[in-house]
């Protein structure tokens, strides 16, 4: 059965430093995965999404995802933090007629 | 457009009475989804629908029925509430299997 795994709970970050949340899937055929985030009380909203093609995926608000086979990984990147970036973090991937998300990481940005 | 809406907001509902939970889409999606949230669990996938007339079971969809008369609408039923059944839910929807799902901006439900 296809599963995610998202393995902090919570990470804080300074603003303007990097980030990288971390995502791991398993999946037997090649994955269709997704990140999303959502801001407190909001409903998910997606970042971007990896079907086929280039492995560097970029997405919405300067975040960007890179998908390594060989690591059963899809993490997701942003070169410099902002304080609107705080917010819960969901990688999925795609299963049978539905998504299949992990966790969530919540993302706490620091002045 | 409106994307997806729910109602209500929020509710509390004494344990053992019924609530429908509405969910109404305007992008003429396939598609539609209805999830919970809880803490430290993510969202679990209640009940799905892939086209009008059509539904199928998630992971929790146990205490819970659905129902697709028409494109737009996908509502979700409690029968007979219990307190487990406190989470957030939302809907969501899709053109189709591999893309990307809209969500709606949730209903807090507090079973009591």
């Known amino acids: 059965a296809q599963s995610v795994t998202q393995p902090d709970i919570h990470i804080t970050v300074s603003e303007g430093a990097s980030l990288e949340l971390r995502c791991n899937y398993s999946?037997?055929?090649?994955?269709?995965l997704f990140w999303y985030v959502q801001s407190p009380g909001q409903g998910l909203q997606l970042l971007l999404k990896?079907?086929?093609?280039?492995?560097l995926v970029q997405g919405i608000k300067g975040f960007e995802a890179e998908f390594k086979r060989s690591q059963s990984s899809f993490n997701l990147r942003k070169p410099s933090v902002h304080w609107s970036d705080a917010a819960e973090y969901f990688c999925?991937?795609?299963?049978?007629?539905?998504?299949?998300f992990g966790t969530g990481t919540r993302l706490l940005v620091s002045p | 457009t409106a994307g997806i809406t729910q109602a209500p907001t929020s509710q509390i509902l004494a344990a053992g009475r019924s609530m429908t939970l509405r969910c109404t889409q305007d992008?003429?999606?396939?598609?539609m989804y209805w999830y919970r949230q809880d803490l430290g669990l993510g969202l679990r996938l209640i009940h799905y629908?892939?086209?009008?007339?059509?539904?199928g079971k998630g992971e929790v969809p146990d205490g819970y029925s659905v129902s697709r008369a028409n494109t737009d609408d996908f509502p979700l039923t409690l029968a007979s509430a219990v307190p487990s059944q406190t989470s957030v839910y939302f809907c969501a929807s899709s053109s189709g299997l591999d893309n990307e799902q809209f969500f709606g901006p949730g209903t807090r439900l507090t079973v009591l």
């Open positions: 992008m003429r999606h396939n598609a």
């Open positions: 629908s892939n086209t009008a007339g059509t539904t």
């Open positions: 999925a991937v795609r299963g049978f007629q539905k998504l299949v």
């Open positions: 990896y079907f086929s093609g280039d492995t």
């Open positions: 999946y037997g055929a090649t994955p269709y």
